[in-house]
């Protein structure tokens, strides 16, 4: 697609929400080109799914670097060389430093598995159910430089029901962040978040 949105995927794991934007442009349900997935894992399952569906990756070794910022210049300078206009961070296991979050401000989006602010951090499925809340769900918001605290961009809620287990709850949390986080990137594709301080507004299709 000529005009499609570039991204870069950056993820550490097993990459379910990776193949659900690749799923989502196959099906030409999101506007997007993945330019380029960025992992620090060379065994993450998300590097095989690279690979199937035709997706550069970009592999460091993060122990190779003094600091996290010398890594994180090298990706910049491969994203800039790329032209990559949005950044999503889908499972992507390590902090990231003002090198990024500057340059990127309102193009770097993150998905998390609870209903920010709530359960922020690592092991957010984990954290809701051992807290006892009855809804929980997944957020897409942008990056700040704090931990899961950027302005949301889209959140859906699940059900904690009775029995419930960590298993059972990520299965269905999982199951609506791979329909979020396609429609939250399609909405920026079309133009339509506005990020307004702390606010997003989503505006309304054109035409
Ligand atoms: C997702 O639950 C996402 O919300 C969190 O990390 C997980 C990544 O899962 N940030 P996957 O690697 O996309 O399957």
């Known amino acids: 697609m000529a005009n499609a949105l ?12 990776f193949q659900a ?5 196959a099906e030409g349900r999101l506007d997007a080109c993945i330019e380029l997935l960025v992992c620090d894992k060379p065994s993450a399952l998300v590097v095989e799914r690279a690979r199937a ?3 550069d990756t970009y592999l460091f070794h ?10 994180e210049q090298a990706i910049a300078a491969e994203l800039q060389r790329r032209g990559v206009e949005l950044i999503v961070l889908a499972g992507y296991m390590r902090i990231i430093t003002d090198v990024l ?9 993150n998905i998390h598995p609870a209903l920010l602010p ?13 807290y006892g809340v009855k809804l929980t ?6 990056v700040d ?5 950027g302005p949301i961009i889209a959140q859906r809620a699940v059900e904690v029901l009775d029995g419930e287990t960590e298993a059972s709850l990520a299965a269905k949390i999982h199951a609506i962040e791979h329909q979020l986080l396609p429609a939250a990137v399609q909405l920026y594709a079309q133009g339509r978040v506005r990020l307004e301080g702390r606010h997003v507004a989503i505006l309304q299709e054109r035409g």
């Open 101 to 109: 979050v500057q340059p990127y401000y309102g193009r770097m989006i």
């Open 145 to 149: 430089g704090g931990m899961d605290t």
């Open 62 to 71: 993060p122990r190779e670097y003094a600091r996290r910022e010398d890594y």
């Open 118 to 130: 709530a359960f922020p951090g690592v092991n957010g499925i984990r954290q809701a159910l051992e």
């Open 6 to 17: 570039k991204i870069a995927v950056f993820a550490s794991g097993t990459g379910s929400n």
């Open 53 to 55: 569906a035709g997706v």
């Open 137 to 142: 769900g997944a957020t897409v918001h942008f």
């Open 21 to 25: 934007l690749a799923s989502a442009i």
